[in-house]
């Protein structure tokens, strides 16, 4: 009985693989959480009668558009803009927006498969979507990126709407893009809805805790594991890669709670820094002036710069949270951390560990925090900037924030419960994976053949 359903979730895996050839992220993100699911069509086969896991692979609607836009010096660009609709059993469509030259199908889609059992561990009414286009901001002035912005939402606002599909940010989309991609949407439809977009100034609609909420909610997440294993942040030390929103207020929230954070990367190499990360220069360097890593050495000469942004996991911790990018995190990363006595690896990104790494992890006793579940704090927020927008009201930091502490708690125990009841007890990856995917199971189940 447990061989022919690892053999039939195997199965439907290869049709997947075959079906959508050449997507190797998409594979992978897929793979894991079927992986993981078998162990719950042996306890409810009816999953596996309804044809759950074909429909839940496939994406509801998948649009690929033309996004021309002309340069400062009067040149036309053709970028290649995408949103991938997965799954709306839960609510709207929900996810995020990345601009980065590597963006293509199999990214977006990974991503947009992630978000959905993600989106359903928030325990907030939202499906599963992502988007974004093959443009590099980098190097590229202020009215490039709007120009870029407006025409790439010229053709997405036909497929968007508050009860339809929301955006927001991912990498290369923060506050700034979300305001021009807003702009252009209200003045398409000569409508002021509110609720299209989340990640939106808080003087025009936007959610307090909004821009910290993923860092601060990957750091509460971490707690919750620290302290089911006795233990808490104050004297541990911390390695954040990455230098976004995600890995800046995951610093913070880090240093508030009385860890310390000694190195951080960008695309360019990793700064260690023995004394800790001086956030205040850091949120200078990289947010502010939107400059590279080593010029916070400049600012902090203790500070020591290294080209390879890899080898940030070479840096003794007891804490790493890979907040950079998917696949950041391999094998000999995981390795070497282990073998420098790391206790909890937490994903700020979307997937950044290889399926290898996670093996590594695991196997090591090392308390493993799945980005569907450790990251979720962002898309959190976003239901409650939603739930702001469709009460006309918008409440105060401190209130949000615990908003926020709360949902990551609820996440933890959920992860814990669910693990425990399929006979994994501690294992967050399979609490992770199976009660996002039941609760999405579930809602499939009761809306029919769709
Ligand atoms: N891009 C973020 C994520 O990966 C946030 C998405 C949102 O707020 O809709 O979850």
């Known amino acids: 009985m447990d061989q022919y359903f690892d053999e039939r979730v195997e199965s439907i895996f290869q ?25 719950v069509l042996k306890r409810h086969p009816h999953y596996d009668q309804q044809g759950l896991l074909q429909r839940l692979c496939e994406p509801e609607r998948q649009i690929i558009f033309r996004v021309p836009w002309i340069d400062d010096e009067g040149n036309i660009h ?92 991912d990498i290369g989309v923060g506050g700034r893009e979300i305001g021009w991609l807003f702009g252009q949407y209200k003045r398409m439809r000569n409508s002021y809805e509110s609720g299209v977009l989340t990640g939106k100034g808080t003087s025009w609609g936007g959610s307090q805790v909004r821009t910290e909420a993923t860092g601060y909610g990957l750091v509460y997440f971490t707690q919750e594991i620290l302290k089911h294993r006795g233990l808490d942040f104050d ?11 995600v890995a800046i207020y995951s610093v913070e929230k880090i240093q508030q709670l009385g860890g310390e954070v000694v190195a951080m990367s960008d695309s ?22 939107r400059g590279r ?51 909890v690896v937490a994903e700020g990104a979307n997937m950044p560990c290889t399926p290898e790494a996670i093996r590594v ?21 976003s239901a409650l900037e939603m739930q ?23 996440i933890h125990q959920r992860c814990i419960g669910t693990a425990a009841e399929y006979g994994y007890a501690g294992d967050y990856l ?11 199971a579930d809602a499939m189940l009761a809306l029919g053949i769709i």
């Open 15 to 39: 049709t997947i693989r075959k079906r959508n050839a050449g997507e190797p992220e998409f594979h992978q993100a897929v793979r894991e959480l079927l992986e993981s699911v078998a162990v």
């Open 78 to 169: 053709v970028n290649r803009g995408f949103r991938v609709q997965y799954n709306s059993v839960l609510g709207p469509y929900k996810g995020g927006l990345r601009f980065h030259p590597s963006v293509n199908l199999s990214i977006i889609k990974f991503l947009a498969f992630e978000q959905i059992f993600k989106n359903a561990l928030t325990g907030m009414p939202i499906g599963g979507a992502k988007g974004g286009a093959d443009f590099d901001p980098k190097g590229r002035s202020d009215t490039e990126i709007m120009r870029f912005c407006q025409s790439f939402m010229t053709e997405l606002h036909n497929y968007i709407g508050q009860y339809t599909d929301v955006p927001a940010g």
């Open 235 to 245: 004297g541990q030390t911390a390695v954040v890669s990455g230098a976004g929103n």
């Open 268 to 289: 360019t190499g990793f700064v260690y820094d023995p004394e800790g990360i001086d956030l205040a220069a850091m949120l200078e360097v990289k947010l502010e002036r």
């Open 293 to 343: 890593i080593v010029d916070y050495c400049a600012l902090v000469p203790r500070a020591e710069f290294h080209e390879q942004r890899h080898r940030i996991w070479t840096v003794p911790c007891d804490v790493a949270l890979p907040c950079a990018t998917q696949n950041e995190l391999d094998e000999v990363a995981a390795e070497t951390l282990v073998k420098n006595g790391v206790k």
């Open 361 to 381: 992890f695991r196997a090591a006793g090392v308390a493993f925090g799945p980005g569907k579940a450790a990251n979720a704090g962002g898309v959190a927020t």
């Open 388 to 410: 702001q927008n469709a009460s006309r009201d918008s409440w105060t930091f401190e209130y949000t924030e615990e908003r926020l502490a709360t949902i990551m708690k609820r």
């Open 430 to 440: 399979m609490g992770a994976n199976i009660a996002g995917f039941r609760k999405v």
